[in-house]
């Protein structure tokens, strides 16, 4: 094989599940009351749009466990797996991710670019026995367009994204292949795109690029 395989990976909700950490954060911070600790995100999220001020509320527990509480995060199953195998092939791993640097309404002014980085690291993401990602391949981008454009630049022949929009936008790069993770989506909201269930139904279908 000459040109080595270059994937680009979306970063929250792709490769971070945050399902059961809403729950618990929301919890943690008073947001939620004790009885939502078990709910899954798209719970929790439904529940305090419902309320009063509900969007603001919502979008206060999003910046509370995208920084402080995103220790309570999980690598998304089957990622490890998907991860060692394309590197194993020599395969260069990059993460472009639209982030704000800040939460909203986040009195503590929390870097979720840094929260995410140590995330990253803690889960091995750097070290030459993990997944020996270069920490320059990671890149967070303040818009979706800028994230798009940032795409283009790594050069990856592959993107992987959990959201149909960034994939579907009409900017998207037209020699980058579109990879939906959508363990949860409806196939319909993918507006043509292939669903890809798990991590392993990815690795699957990318194993012939191997
Ligand atoms: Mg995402």
């Known amino acids: 094989m000459g040109t080595k395989l270059h994937i680009g990976l979306d970063l929250d909700n792709t490769i971070i599940d945050f399902d059961e950490a809403f729950g618990a954060a929301g919890v943690e911070t008073g947001l939620l009351a004790p009885g939502h600790a078990l709910a899954t995100k798209e719970q929790v999220k439904a529940h305090l749009r419902s309320g009063p001020d509900g969007d603001t509320t919502w979008m206060r527990l999003q910046g509370q466990v995208y920084g402080r509480y995103i220790g309570m995060a999980r690598l998304f199953e089957g990622v490890g797996d998907f991860l060692k195998t394309a590197r194993g092939h020599g395969a260069r791993i990059s993460i472009v991710s639209h982030k704000t640097r800040h939460g909203h309404f986040d009195p503590d002014r929390i870097n979720l670019w840094e929260a995410a980085r140590d ?30 454009e940032r795409i283009g630049e790594t050069g990856c022949r592959a993107f992987v994204d959990d959201l149909a929009e960034v994939l579907n936008d009409p900017s998207f790069p037209s020699n980058v292949a579109r990879i939906w993770f959508a363990p949860h989506q409806s196939a319909d909201a993918g507006n043509g795109l292939t669903p890809h269930r798990s991590w392993a139904e990815i690795a699957a279908a990318m194993a012939t690029e191997f």
């Open 119 to 148: 995330w990253l690291e803690g889960q091995g993401f750097f070290a030459a026995d993990g997944f020996d990602l270069d920490p320059g391949d990671v890149h967070f981008c303040e818009t979706r367009a800028r994230k798009i």
